[in-house]
């Protein structure tokens, strides 16, 4: 048994479950993945013996366990990675933990709407609120990318916890068609070109189960 353990949910809809599952795989932290079936008649048996919540994703490190994916990441950045997991700059690191933030907590008709489907690829228009949301989204990517992207690709130049937290968006954004501005594409191709993503989107596509709204039942 590995040293870090993480219980996720499915591949195809399970989008909370991506964020820590990328984190670990950009920073080559080794672990050993824990895969539960959702919305079948005993996951709720086969997540107690991990998961507080009854919820994914869940990290074990020794006799610690995390559940939520935001805090499993801080929880990552902080004890594993010697903080790296933010951008080193106090401004830039105050602005990650706050689009992540928001991110998290915020965005209802999307996660409602939109649930991240790997295998979905058809055009949907959005409602007005959902139009507005993703509008939201777009103005956080493109002055994100803007302010701080000159270093590289992502949204605060390197690769950070806040790129894991919108990588299930870009999922959903390329699914359903979302419109966005110039920098918004730039960083949603970014997104959907980095390889963990790439295998991630594969696997889902491979997985078999019904589909379901993970957002609905993952945190």
Request: glycine share 6%.
């Amino acid at each position: 048994m590995k040293e870090f353990r993480l219980v996720i949910g499915n591949k195809n809809s399970s989008s909370w479950s991506m964020c820590p599952w990328l984190l670990l795989k950009m920073f080559n932290v080794d672990f050993d993945e824990i895969q539960i079936t959702l919305y079948q008649d005993n996951t709720v048996e086969k997540l107690g013996p991990y998961s507080p919540s009854l919820k994914v994703p869940v990290l074990l490190h020794r006799d610690i366990t995390v559940w939520d994916s935001l805090a499993i990441c801080e929880y990552i950045s902080a004890e594993i990675l010697g903080g790296s997991g933010w951008p080193s700059s106090r401004k830039r690191r105050a602005g990650a933990r706050s689009v992540s933030a928001e991110m998290h907590s915020e965005f209802p008709a999307l996660k409602r709407d939109w649930p991240m489907n790997c295998k979905a690829s058809f055009r949907l228009t959005p409602s007005e609120t959902l139009f507005n949301e993703i509008a939201r989204i777009d103005a956080m990517w493109s002055c994100c990318r803007h302010r701080y992207g000159e270093n590289g690709n992502y949204l605060y130049g390197r690769f950070s916890i806040a790129d894991c937290m919108f990588a299930p968006i870009a999922v959903c954004f390329d699914a359903y068609g979302a419109k966005l501005s110039s920098d918004s594409n730039s960083y949603l191709q970014t997104l959907l070109d980095n390889p963990f993503i790439q295998k991630w989107i594969s696997l889902g596509r491979r997985e078999r189960e019904p589909l379901a709204i993970a957002y609905a039942s993952t945190a």
